[in-house]
Antibody
Framework: QVQLQQSGPGLVKPSETLSLTCTVS??????????WTWIRQPPGKGLEFIGY???????KYNPSLKSRVTISVDTAKNQFSLKLTSVTAADTAVYYC???????????WGQGMLVTVSS | QSVLTQPPSVSAAPGQKVTISCSGS????????VSWYQQLPGTAPKLLIY???KRPSRIPDRFSASKSGTSATLGITGLQTGDEADYYC???????????FGGGTKLTVL
C-alpha cells in the first residue's frame, strides 16, 4: 500500500522560501511510471495544481507559479520536494503531495499540511 | 476563477440521486480524461472516478460519471449523510499545459 507522508515548517515569513518534503513508502519515486505532484488549497477555496515531476527529470509547473517553483526528487531517500520562493500571504494554503498515474489522476495523497505565510 | 465550471452547491435528501456538472472546453475536457475527487471535511481529496467513468476498486457503484463533448457529470445514487463533501473535477489543459480543476461543489444531504 502506497503511503505519502508530508513534512516541513507550518509557518514561513514573507519573501522567504517555502520547502516541503513528501516521503513515499510502499512504492518508489524512481519509477518512471508516475507523476509526483504537488497541489495546494487556500483556506476555504478549491484545488490548485502546482506542478509535477515525472520520469527522470521531466517537470511541469503551473504557469502562474512557474518562476517561483522547483520540484525535485531524492531517490536515495525516496522523497520528492517542493520549493516555492518569495512567498506572500497569498501562498497560505494546505499543501498536498500526491502520486498520479496520469497528471490529472492522482490516486494516492499525502495528509496535507497547512503552511501559513506571516511575519 | 476556475478553468472548469462546477455549481457551488447541490443538495438532496437521503436515498435520493444527485448530479454534479463540470463544464470546460476543447483544450481540456473535450480532449482529455476527466477525474473526480471527493474531499470530506478536513481530509485530503480522494480519487472517486478516473478516465471519465471508471471507479477505483474501493469506490461503491453508487458513484458514476460520464463525459460528453466538453462537459462531464458525476452522479451519486442512494445518497447517505456520509456523502456530504466537496467534489472536484479535474483534467489536463493543453492550452495552459497544466492540470486544471473545477471550483468544487459542496454536496449537502438534507
Amino acid at each position: 500500500q502506497v503511503q505519502l507522508q508530508q513534512s516541513g515548517p507550518g509557518l514561513v515569513k514573507p519573501s522567504e522560501t517555502l520547502s516541503l518534503t513528501c516521503t513515499v513508502s510502499g512504492g518508489s519515486v524512481s519509477s518512471g511510471s508516475y507523476y509526483w505532484t504537488w497541489i495546494r488549497q487556500p483556506p476555504g477555496k478549491g484545488l490548485e495544481f502546482i506542478g509535477y515531476y515525472y520520469d527522470s527529470e521531466s517537470t511541469k509547473y503551473n504557469p502562474s507559479l512557474k518562476s517561483r517553483v522547483t520540484i525535485s526528487v531524492d531517490t536515495a531517500k525516496n522523497q520528492f520536494s517542493l520549493k516555492l520562493t518569495s512567498v506572500t500571504a497569498a501562498d497560505t494554503a494546505v499543501y498536498y503531495c500526491a502520486r498520479g498515474v496520469l497528471a490529472a489522476r492522482s490516486d494516492y495523497w499525502g495528509q496535507g499540511m497547512l503552511v501559513t505565510v506571516s511575519s | 476563477q476556475s478553468v472548469l465550471t462546477q455549481p457551488p452547491s447541490v443538495s438532496a435528501a437521503p436515498g435520493q440521486k444527485v448530479t454534479i456538472s463540470c463544464s470546460g472546453s476543447s483544450s481540456n475536457i473535450g480532449n482529455y480524461y476527466v477525474s473526480w475527487y471527493q474531499q470530506l471535511p478536513g481530509t485530503a481529496p480522494k480519487l472517486l472516478i478516473y478516465d471519465n467513468n471508471k471507479r477505483p476498486s474501493r469506490i461503491p457503484d453508487r458513484f458514476s460519471a460520464s463525459k460528453s463533448g466538453t462537459s462531464a457529470t458525476l452522479g451519486i445514487t442512494g445518497l447517505q449523510t456520509g456523502d456530504e463533501a466537496d467534489y472536484y473535477c479535474g483534467t489536463w489543459d493543453s492550452r495552459l499545459s497544466a492540470v486544471v480543476f473545477g471550483g468544487g461543489t459542496k454536496l449537502t444531504v438534507l
